[in-house]
């Protein structure tokens, strides 16, 4: 399963961007899927994720009320649309999936990764 990340960019404090995961010849409304970020000298942390079964969706504490995420099945695109940027939010932002239904807290389950797309939140 190759996941395909883009949308992120340089963005000034309290701006939007809208990051997109797809996967190219891989249906991805089978299956929940997660967005992960890393930030320099720091460990990857999960940021959101949503599920197959139920759409249950889960976000950091620090992204509630400020990140959204979606799919669009359609279009085989899941969508993290980020409001209220700050600049702890830089990071590289990755997409991955456990090809399973639900969304796992364990980052040691996800084994289908992109290639990262970084963001960077800077006045």
């Known amino acids: 399963v190759q996941l395909v990340e883009s949308g992120g960019g340089l963005v000034r404090p309290g701006g939007s961007l809208r990051l997109s995961c797809e996967a190219p010849?891989?249906?991805?409304?089978?299956?929940?899927i997660a967005w992960f970020r890393q930030a320099p000298g720091k460990e990857r942390e999960g940021v959101s994720c949503i599920s197959n079964n139920d759409g249950s969706q889960y976000y950091l504490d620090s992204a509630k009320g400020r990140f959204t995420i979606s799919r669009d099945n359609a279009e085989n695109t899941v969508y993290l649309q980020m409001n209220s940027l700050k600049p702890e939010d830089t990071a590289i932002y990755y997409c991955?999936?456990?090809?399973?239904?639900?969304?796992?807290?364990?980052?040691?389950?996800?084994?289908?990764w992109g290639q990262g797309t970084q963001v960077t939140v800077s006045s």
């Open positions: 010849g891989f249906t991805l409304d089978y299956y929940a």
């Open positions: 991955a999936t456990d090809l399973s239904t639900y969304c796992s807290p364990r980052i040691d389950e996800y084994d289908h």
